[in-house]
Structures are given as structure tokens and as C-alpha cells.
């Protein structure tokens, strides 16, 4: 009896828990759009970043409660990809 209430309780607190959220940065894209929804819009905000560059994003945002940034999570260092060719033999 005392395992059984101990796992309800267990299992209870685990459903209760807050969802996690996803990773809010995409770092395969250097450019991030910060959208803001406001109380009109349901509330929130979120980051989309699918943007390669600050002009493509400005386009996006226009007209929009957005602001873009650059992609904190980009790897700017980073070496570019190495291609390998296949060999035929």
C-alpha cells in the first residue's frame, strides 16, 4: 500500500510538471526573426530562425511586430563543410 500511494504521488507530480520547450535557436541559420504576438495576437513570442541573411528577414518582418537579430547560436568560426567525391573504381 505504501508503494502504490508512493507511485501515484510519483506519477502525479510528473504530470503537473511545465512542459519543456524546444530550442528556441536553429543553429543552422544565422538570421533570427523575434516575433512579438502581444495580447491581440494570443500572447507570446517566439524566434524563427530560418533566415541565411538580415535583408531576407527585414522582407519578412515588414509590416510585422518583428524585430531580427543575429543567430546567437550560428557558428560563425565554424570551418565549412569539407565535400568528399566519390571515387569510381
Not at 519578412?60 to 557558428?75: E, I, V
Amino acid at each position: 500500500m505504501r508503494h502504490s500511494f508512493g507511485l501515484i504521488v510519483t506519477v502525479g507530480a510528473l504530470l503537473a510538471a511545465a512542459p519543456s520547450h524546444a530550442q528556441t535557436f536553429d543553429p543552422r541559420y544565422p538570421v533570427c526573426m523575434h516575433v512579438y504576438s502581444g495580447a491581440s495576437g494570443g500572447g507570446g513570442e517566439w524566434y524563427d530562425c530560418s533566415f541565411t541573411s538580415l535583408p531576407q528577414c527585414h522582407a519578412t518582418a515588414a509590416g510585422r511586430a518583428a524585430s531580427c537579430d543575429l543567430n546567437p547560436y550560428y557558428p560563425v568560426n565554424a570551418p565549412p563543410p569539407r565535400w568528399h567525391h566519390k571515387r569510381s573504381g
